[in-house]
């Protein structure tokens, strides 16, 4: 007898002595009541977005304000060397 013919003839033996048990009346509600989720307000999930997103908020608010204040910078010496220049009317 090979290994296949064992397994089937223990499941259909198993399928046989089983087949009179049947979930009860109110089965399926209690385990969807188990399982659905509990209606959550949008800020309770606020704290969790906020520390995936915090660490980048940070790099990025660094990154702007080393630019605006390079661009600053620039912007101060392109004028300072405007006010050493005189136009001539002619």
């Known amino acids: 007898m090979t290994e296949q013919n064992d397994i089937d003839k ?3 033996r198993l399928g046989a ?3 009179a048990i049947q ?5 399926t509600a209690r385990v969807m009541g188990a399982i659905e989720p509990a209606p959550v307000a949008w800020f309770a999930t606020l704290g969790t977005a906020a520390r995936k997103f915090l660490p980048a908020a940070v790099v990025v608010a660094a990154m702007a304000l080393f630019w605006a204040y390079q661009t600053d910078a620039s912007v101060e010496a ?5 006010y050493g220049s005189v136009e001539v009317d002619w």
Do not use: H, N, Y
Not at 23 to 27: H, I, K, Q, T, Y
């Open 17 to 19: 002595e089983t087949s």
């Open 23 to 27: 979930p009860s009346a109110d089965f």
């Open 10 to 12: 223990r499941l259909a």
């Open 78 to 82: 392109e004028l300072a060397a405007s």
